[in-house]
């Protein structure tokens, strides 16, 4: 019997463990991007997830058009937006947020 309290007590440190370290984080990262998403406007510069820079000229419900150079727009889902990019003038350093 003391057997199957040992096994219990293992497992429930592993779940937790696993809850801790790896569900929460991603949790609290999803918002961050979910936030990020849902504040986008047409301006904003933002990174796609295949490295993509560009201006959101136009959003849709599940899409967003970015301005890739000009008189070149692209259609993306939204999912594959990564990050917002904030420029610096003064240095040209680019700063990704999300």
Excluded: C
Aim: net charge negative.
């Amino acid at each position: 019997m003391n057997n199957w309290i040992s096994i219990a007590i293992y497992v429930v440190f592993i779940v937790g463990m696993y809850y801790v370290l790896i569900h929460l984080p991603r949790k609290t990262q999803d918002k961050r991007h979910r936030e990020m998403i849902q504040g986008l406007k047409p301006g904003d510069r933002v990174l796609t997830v295949g490295g993509l820079y560009g201006e959101v000229s136009r959003l849709q419900e599940d899409t967003v058009f970015l301005k890739v150079a000009d008189q070149v727009e692209m259609e993306f889902s939204i999912r594959a937006i990564s990050g917002k990019v904030e420029v610096k003038e003064d240095h040209d350093e680019k700063k990704i947020e999300g």
